[in-house]
């Protein structure tokens, strides 16, 4: 049973999943807008995320969007053959404005004091699973076993805590 | 801005809807597609999305930050303490010692499974036999003759690979699951996609019908990215070594090294073999005689001399039927057909003069 919240084990397929999957495909999404692109560009990610060694691989926020950037890049020069000249360079632009952006990493910081207390406003349930889910990456089957709960009740929980914290994102 | 009843709110319900699902691996089959049409349904699901994805991403960016470190020994705790009522329960309800055997019981299982697991399920298939397999995730296999495939399926991954002859996979998606296909120095990844996986003659085969692989040096799938790899501004500093096909490419590599082609191909062609139709097309007689051995039943063909071995040939033949082919490749070339012992031997003929080096038989 884990006691303290640092964790170093080396992240599982599932957990990097459910890391990154969402915020990959948006990434993807604001830069190409045809959905099965970005579906295709956040799978390349995962795969070559999955084809290298768990162990020993750098699972850091900096570096996934790093990868998914050039993957970006690497498709406007493909497609620079293709498709008109403008089109990519533009693409070429925008890959390189990625979430590395500092500007970006700052407003972060700013928001993550507005999420913690936007996550202190919700009920001590809901609060509870969502923090296990997404920051201790436990499974929400364990969540549903341990609040003697089903897993669409901890479901439901996660829902309404991310709603809540996605509205406050949304105002700032 | 957050009145009751704002379609605004409705839009990031759903988004956070998609969201968890994404997170949680489970958004597979039909799901795609309605999570497409709601993004194109209006501008303004695309732009709640984003949002939600912001949020979601927003707390990885600093998990060890002091106000989120609090709230997560906080929900530790109380999850610590909620466990552990559980296994307190008033001694009449026997639950505990239940639980227990339960417990141990499925642990018994699992140790079964997980043995079970590190055991490679071997598919096998004879001279001139052909076989189609379903594997447990949908995914289906069509193995030519003399061929073999071993497949390991984990928690999180697909291992499967192609010891000899050649299989064509056609993958059920599942994106928190990778497919993968070794082949002598080559590794195929894949999710949802189909596409066929050759040995032949010290080469590695591999053809795209649908969807789209990577193509990886074993190495480069096995180790650690190389340093090099991380720093550099492209993901592809490995690029002359890891290839993407798309439908209709062949890719063709040595079994042991590094140095790759890329060409395009026939697709209906190429699968013929599973109607028990051979085409070649500028191929190696070599290489040809491989394939149809697959299908040789007491008389294996051979290559006997370098000048047969040279001959590039042309044309579609029937599986199994290698008398057609010695009188198709006789017929055409300066070559004869030797007996010995088992085996049919193409030896070039001695005295007459070469007419072509390649030509076309059907």
């Known amino acids: ?27 993807f999404l604001r830069r190409l807008g045809h959905h099965a692109e970005a579906e295709d ?14 162990g020993r691989m750098d699972s850091s926020e900096a570096y996934i969007f790093r990868m998914a950037a050039n993957l970006l ?6 497609e620079k053959v293709r498709f008109d000249y403008r089109a990519s360079a533009q693409a070429d632009e925008q890959a390189s404005f990625d979430l590395l952006d500092p500007s970006r990493v700052a407003a972060g910081r700013q928001s993550l004091e507005g999420l913690a207390s936007a996550l202190r406003e919700l009920p001590e349930d ?7 889910y997404r920051l201790e990456h436990l499974d929400r089957r364990d969540i549903a076993a341990a609040f003697e709960t089903s897993p669409s009740t901890v479901d439901r929980h996660l829902a309404r805590a991310m709603v809540h914290l996605a509205r406050r994102m949304g105002d700032a | 801005m957050n009145q009751p009843n704002d379609p605004t709110d409705d839009r990031i319900d759903a988004a956070s809807d998609w969201c968890l699902q994404l997170a949680d691996g489970r958004l597979q089959g039909d799901a795609h597609a309605r999570f497409q049409a709601w993004l194109d349904e209006d501008p303004r699901n695309r732009a709640a999305f984003d949002t939600v994805a ?7 960016a600093s998990p060890t930050a002091p106000s989120l470190i609090a709230m997560r020994e906080e929900a530790l705790s109380h999850y610590a303490r909620r466990q552990s009522r559980r296994w307190q329960r008033p001694a009449g309800l026997r639950r505990p010692l239940w639980a227990a055997a339960a417990a141990c019981f499925l642990l018994a299982v699992a140790g079964v499974g997980l043995w079970f697991n590190l055991q490679p399920e071997i598919y096998r298939t004879g001279v001139g036999e052909r076989q189609l397999v379903r594997l447990d995730d949908g995914s289906q296999l069509s193995l030519d003759a003399d061929t073999q495939v071993e497949v390991r399926y984990s928690r999180d991954r697909r291992q499967l690979a192609l010891r000899q002859g050649r299989a064509r996979f056609q993958v059920a998606r599942d994106p928190l699951r990778p497919f993968s296909v070794t082949a002598g120095s080559r590794t195929v990844v894949a999710t ?7 040995v032949l003659s010290a080469q590695v085969h591999v053809i795209l019908y649908e969807g789209s692989v990577e193509v990886l040096s074993r190495d480069a799938a096995i180790a650690p990215a190389p340093p090099a790899f991380k720093a550099s501004q492209s993901i592809n500093a490995d690029g002359a070594r890891d290839l993407r096909l798309v439908p209709g490419q062949e890719l063709v590599a040595g079994l042991a090294s ?21 085409t070649f097309n500028d191929e190696p007689l070599g290489d040809a005689i491989e394939r149809m051995n697959r299908y040789a039943g007491s008389h294996a063909l051979a290559i006997g001399d370098a000048a047969s071995a040279s001959l590039r040939i042309s044309g579609t033949f029937t599986a199994g039927d290698n008398e057609a082919f010695i009188e198709g490749i006789t017929g055409i070339f300066p070559v004869a057909v030797r007996e010995e012992g088992a085996r049919y031997v193409f030896v070039q003929l001695p005295d007459r003069p070469t007419p072509h080096d390649t030509a076309t038989v059907q």
């Open chain 1, 1 to 27: 049973m884990p006691s303290r919240p640092a964790t170093p084990a080396p992240p599982s397929f599932e957990q990097l999943n459910r890391r990154f999957r969402p915020a990959l495909m948006a990434f």
């Open chain 2, 54 to 60: 912001r949020t979601w991403q927003a707390l990885d």
């Open chain 1, 73 to 78: 890049r690497d498709r406007s020069r493909r």
């Open chain 2, 192 to 198: 949802g996609t189909e596409f066929s996986v050759e």
């Open chain 2, 258 to 278: 590094d140095g790759a082609r890329v060409r395009a191909v026939d697709a209906v062609r190429t699968r013929g073999w599973e109607s028990g139709q051979l």
């Open chain 1, 126 to 132: 809901t609060r509870t699973m969502f923090v296990l």
């Open chain 1, 41 to 54: 560009l956040t799978q390349e990610v995962f795969v070559r995320l999955a084809s290298v060694d768990t």
